[in-house]
């Protein structure tokens, strides 16, 4: 089952809702710092389930033993939308590396689509962890096409997809095609548009984060 952020009552809730919000919406540095907070939020929960050592810290008045993560994860994002998202996992993971994508949708005249990647930037993955970052999670074609690409080049030790709102539909499709990947988002809806909109949604956060596309 996926790790669902506002299942559990937190301040996460009201960043939620103000980007959901149609009138705050229109702060774009507002709207933007929202999805950062809760890129944080998601961040420090996903370090739970990382490995731990001991070390051995030297303070002013002796020594403290600490357990830190053994190693860092890789950070992906497919751009543009899910790029303040991401901000805010880089402010928890600073040594992280991250990995850059552009993907889009090819509409047919029948109006189904296909997922065409035009383009990824990533350090080596082997054998490391990949946290996969967008802040819609809408059919999920996009993050499972992106992720299998991923793993036919590297052998990836956790696959983690991170968004901030997922439709029930992009759950279910994430979880047969990738089953052995862990979901984290911070709330479910149940439905989508003809267009694959998620309803209720927060509209189009690409548009909404850095202005509308022509």
């Known amino acids: 089952m996926p790790f669902i952020l506002n299942k559990t009552d937190s301040i996460a809730n009201l960043?939620?809702?103000?980007?959901?919000?149609?009138?705050?919406?229109?702060?774009?540095?507002?709207?933007?710092?929202n999805q950062q907070k809760l890129g944080t939020i998601l961040a420090y929960e996903i370090s739970k389930s990382f490995r731990y050592e001991a070390k051995d810290v030297q303070t002013p008045l002796?020594?403290?033993?600490?357990?830190?993560?053994?190693a860092q994860p890789v950070l992906a994002t497919i751009l543009r939308a899910g790029l303040p998202f991401h901000q805010g996992f880089m402010d928890v993971f600073e040594q992280a590396d991250s990995a850059f994508i552009t993907a889009c949708r090819k509409t047919k005249k029948s109006g189904s689509f296909t997922i065409q990647v035009d383009h990824i930037s990533t350090p080596d993955i082997n054998g490391r962890a990949l946290i996969?970052?967008?802040?819609?999670?809408?059919?999920?074609?996009?993050?499972?096409?992106?992720?299998?690409?991923?793993?036919?080049?590297?052998?990836?030790?956790?696959?983690?997809?991170?968004?901030?709102?997922?439709?029930?539909?992009?759950?279910?499709h994430v979880r047969a095609n990738l089953p052995k990947a862990k979901i984290w988002v911070c709330a479910v809806d149940e439905e989508m548009t003809s267009k694959s909109y998620i309803v209720p949604g927060l509209g189009d956060a690409g548009d909404l984060a850095f202005g509308e596309k022509v």
């Open 15 to 33: 960043f939620l809702a103000e980007l959901r919000d149609a009138a705050i919406q229109q702060d774009r540095g507002r709207f933007r710092r």
């Open 132 to 172: 996969m970052i967008d802040t819609m999670l809408a059919t999920g074609q996009s993050v499972v096409r992106v992720c299998k690409e991923l793993m036919a080049q590297y052998k990836i030790t956790e696959l983690h997809l991170a968004a901030v709102i997922a439709s029930a539909e992009g759950v279910a």
């Open 62 to 70: 002796g020594t403290a033993s600490i357990n830190v993560p053994t």
